[in-house]
């Protein structure tokens, strides 16, 4: 039985949001890959790797203020503010893993979260560049490139997030995944402070590495595709829920908690046994 092209599929599906759906639609897939970028990168720690980071807002945010201070105070256009974002953030990665990587389990754990704090409360205090705790409001969605075409539409603005995630690829030694997670960590902060219009120092506080690391375990680690269905159902899940009732925490820390025991492998490792089951199936028959 030949094999389903799941990759190419995907990317068409990915690249017919803005046609086939409404504005919100193209919002909500922007939001949707954005996170399952910031997610990929933690996958590429967690489950490859094995290194849990608890601080991996850290080059979130370093990346969105970098995006953002460049592309407001400096006026360049995006195609030099994005790839700065990934620059900086797998710099500041390159400095803490030589620390961090000589560690291990939950040592490993409490000094990526002692970085981030440090890098939050820099973020806090340092008024004068971050902005304090008014962050940096109004980041212009500038030209893709000088006199290039414009990044003000939810749609043009999709494509270029969509293609963003499409080259995202995994390696196995510690030091380098720990740089490559914080360059991509990096650039998915540059977009999500472009696609807020802000950047403020919450990007990088802990409860970030907490969402994406949900989403991570939700969609499945050690597959290329579980943290994009992580994303997916979680911001969905939050969008209905909250939609529904006040009480959306207790609601959607309840359902979350039946997905992940009722999916220890998370959604994507789930539709991986089911589908290795059906083809089986259908070979013996």
């Not at 954005?34 to 849990?52: D, E, M, P, Q, R």
């Not at 506080?205 to 991570?216: A, F, R």
């Not at 375990?217 to 595709?225: N, P, Q, S």
């Amino acid at each position: 039985m030949r094999r389903v092209p799941w990759a190419p599929l995907a990317l068409v599906a990915a690249l017919l949001v803005p046609a086939a759906g409404s504005r919100f639609y193209t919002f909500v897939a922007n939001d949707v890959v954005i996170w399952a970028l910031f997610a990929t990168s933690l996958n590429l720690l967690v489950g490859y790797s094995g290194l849990v980071s608890f601080g991996h807002a850290a080059y979130f945010g370093i990346g969105a203020y970098t995006t953002g201070l460049l592309m407001k105070k400096a006026a360049l256009p995006f195609l030099l503010a994005f790839p700065a974002a990934g620059v900086l953030a797998g710099a500041f990665a390159l400095l803490f893993g030589v620390f961090c990587v000589r560690l291990t389990r939950i040592y490993f754990a409490m000094l990526t979260l002692a970085f981030a704090q440090f890098l939050y409360t820099v973020a806090y205090k340092w008024r004068d560049l971050t902005g304090g705790s008014d962050g940096i409001a109004c980041v212009p969605k500038t030209a893709l490139f000088w006199g290039g075409p414009s990044l003000a539409t939810p749609r043009a603005f999709y494509f270029v997030v969509a293609v963003s995630l499409i080259g995202v690829n995994v390696r196995r030694y510690e030091l380098a995944a720990f740089v490559l997670a914080g360059a991509f960590a990096g650039l998915a902060g540059g977009l999500f402070g472009i696609f807020n219009r802000g950047v403020f120092p919450d990007f990088a506080y802990w409860t970030k590495s907490s969402e994406v690391l949900i989403m991570t375990l939700l969609g499945g680690m050690g597959t290329f595709y579980g943290p994009t269905v992580g994303a997916l159902a979680l911001i969905l899940l939050n969008q209905q829920i909250t939609s529904y009732t006040e009480y959306w925490p207790f609601v959607l820390g309840s359902i979350l908690v039946a997905l992940l025991f009722g999916f220890p492998g998370g959604l994507a490792g789930a539709a991986i046994v089911l589908w290795a089951r059906a083809r089986g199936r259908l070979r013996s028959a």
